[in-house]
């Protein structure tokens, strides 16, 4: 799938690089996986799993040519820095940092969210999905009316259906103070 660089700020905006930088600027080097072609320019995936970086090629940009990122100034200007620096990295054969738009323990909670909301999908009460997420010993440790399990699991699907609802695409920014 394919996110505009507006929705996705992970999503590096490629043109031709101006001369103004000189006539010995190296050739790219990216190699395009499952491209599309959209009508702003060519998208396509660098590297694969967790080293994926997705790219949209303006205009007459070529993906072995030499090549310019473009960065506005705007609110999500530090995560499109960000996946700059690892395409940099990736491009000159050094360790590509993570993506740190969301850490371990929230991509543990999203996958408890889309249990909990395909449980209750499915016809699945509260302490039915709780005993799946918890296991049955650790939710008959307490009273079930007062259990934290149970407020827990009851967030789980309430937050996995904001999700479903459109909430996914926050996952795609770092969350930041106001």
């Given amino acids: 799938m394919f996110w ?9 905006v490629v043109i031709s690089a101006p001369s103004i930088f000189g006539p010995d ?3 790219s080097e990216l190699v395009p996986a499952a491209t599309y072609l959209g009508p702003d320019g060519l998208s396509f995936i660098h590297g694969e799993g967790a080293d994926a970086i997705p790219i949209l090629l303006l205009g007459e940009a070529n993906p072995d040519q030499p090549l310019a990122a473009i960065i506005p100034f705007d609110a ?10 690892r395409l940099w990295r990736a491009l000159h ?14 991509r ?8 909990a909301v395909d449980g209750r999908m499915n016809g699945a009460n ?3 999905i709780a005993y799946a997420l918890y296991g049955r ?3 008959a440790a307490d009273p079930w009316k007062s259990s934290a399990l149970r407020d827990s699991t009851m967030d789980l699907v309430k937050d996995g259906l904001a999700m479903i609802a ?3 695409r926050k996952l795609l920014r770092h969350r930041r103070r106001r």
């Fill in 137 to 139: 010993d650790r939710v």
């Fill in 108 to 115: 543990r909670r999203l996958k408890h969210m889309l249990q």
């Fill in 126 to 128: 509260y302490r039915d």
């Fill in 76 to 85: 999500n200007s530090p995560d499109r820095i960000e996946a700059i620096a």
């Fill in 25 to 27: 600027l190296p050739q």
């Fill in 166 to 168: 459109g909430g996914y």
């Fill in 93 to 106: 054969k050094r360790s590509v940092p993570p993506d740190t738009r969301l850490t371990a323990q929230q």
């Fill in 4 to 12: 505009t660089p507006e929705a996705d700020p992970g999503a590096i």
